[in-house]
């Protein structure tokens, strides 16, 4: 043979080796038919799970996909791997677990975390609106608006998973996108929505891809000239820590943690550090914290879904309790601060049903002391 026919075979392999296959082509379609069914339902999450049909989460419920039989473990590879880089695959292969951002053509992304149950593959995947959220869109109080003003401190976003936090997250990085003249660095795993450039710069770093971890990058982004820097998500002690320092070296932080109320929050991000230390934490969290966000989405009247928030101000009063240590009175602050912009769960959730959006019913439901719901909502709504 030639050393032109030897250059042209290679090439041969190599493009076919580059391009996928037929099968491949068809096995990815396959994903996104599911996909493209799950957002026509208007589902936020679908989950394949070996042995079950695709499973869509429809204004919180769950629900068989109409189209499909049950999938097996086989079927699920055959839908995922391909879409995974080689180094992804690795990682899953090494981890057993991977967090990854998808497109889904033609309108919009996905989170996915894939992952092993009963040594089969599977995932749970949530469907990202193609826009941006607005903070009007998401239905949010008009109140959290002030807190993308702010030019230093901690801002916290909490709640148990799927409640909206970075939704809401990304509309105060939009609004302050489009409001102000600063540089935004966003540390995400992995990257949900995409800022592009408005009045602001916006950076975007994905744990895993751009940096080893949350608590590096953020030692990282101080030396690169930041205004605001937003935490993904604060998962362990370090992170923590590097949120708190940048919060007090002039620096807007805004992060998430996995918390119920604001007084849960204080203990989990004290309970994450050694007893000896807790002392120097507390003294740091009441001079860098300016507000805690709990929130949940709870189902509509006729259908959707509506945010309830507790908003606790880090006032002068709730600083002195977080310092002092006196957390348990941190609740009856938050009750009687309405004027300054606090709002228990409970207000939250009678000042939707009193705007009709959601039952008395739903509300007891969701509340975090029964006693004071009924109370607001008065036993004749009950």
């Known amino acids: 043979m030639s050393t032109y026919e030897n250059d042209l075979s290679r090439l041969v392999e190599e493009l076919n080796r580059s391009v996928p296959s037929e099968a491949v082509r068809a096995k990815s379609a396959s994903f996104h038919t599911v996909v493209a069914e799950a957002a026509k339902e208007g589902a936020s999450d679908l989950l394949l799970i070996a042995g079950s049909a695709p499973i869509l989460r429809i204004q919180g419920g ?53 992952h092993y149950q009963r040594g089969s593959l599977a995932a749970s995947i949530r469907l990202l609106p193609a826009e941006i959220p607005t903070l009007e869109s998401l239905h949010l109080p008009t109140s959290l608006a002030m807190l993308a003003e702010r030019r230093q401190g901690l801002v916290l976003l909490t709640g148990p998973t799927g409640c909206g936090k970075s939704s809401t997250m990304a509309a105060l990085v939009e609004r302050m996108n489009a409001r102000r003249r ?31 971890s949350f608590a590096e990058a953020v030692r990282a982004v101080l030396r ?47 309970d994450s550090f050694p007893l000896n230390d807790q002392s120097q934490v507390r003294q740091q969290l009441s001079l860098a914290l300016l507000a805690v966000v709990a929130q ?56 939707l049903v009193r705007a009709r959006r959601i039952t008395p019913e739903t509300a007891v439901a969701h509340c975090y002391n029964r006693g004071e719901m009924n109370s607001l909502l008065g036993a004749s709504l009950l």
Do not use: C, W
Request: proline share 6%; glycine share 6%; hydrophobic share 35%.
């Open 62 to 114: 769950l629900h068989p996909a109409k189209s499909s039989s049950p999938l097996t473990d086989g079927q699920i590879r055959d839908m995922l791997l391909p879409l995974l880089s080689p180094a992804q695959s690795e990682r899953l292969e090494r981890q057993r677990a991977i967090d990854l951002s998808l497109l889904r053509p033609p309108t919009g992304r996905l989170r996915a975390n894939l």
């Open 296 to 351: 949940q989405l709870v189902p509509g009247i006729g259908g959707g879904r509506f945010p309830a928030t507790e908003i606790m101000v880090a006032t002068s009063a709730i600083r002195n309790l977080i310092r002092t240590g006196a957390d348990h009175q941190i609740r009856s602050h938050i009750t009687s601060g309405r004027e300054e912009g606090m709002l228990t769960m409970e207000q939250s959730l009678a000042d």
């Open 182 to 212: 600063d540089h935004i660095i966003t540390i995400e795993d992995p990257i949900e929505y995409q800022h592009t450039n408005r009045n602001s710069i916006v950076e975007q770093i994905q744990v895993g891809q751009d940096t080893p």
């Open 224 to 270: 690169q000239n930041p205004d605001v820097i937003v935490v993904g998500e604060m998962r362990d002690r370090d992170t923590i820590a590097a949120a708190l320092t940048a919060a007090e070296t002039g620096h807007l932080v805004l992060s998430s943690i996995h918390t119920n109320d604001a007084a849960q929050t204080i203990s989990r991000i004290l």
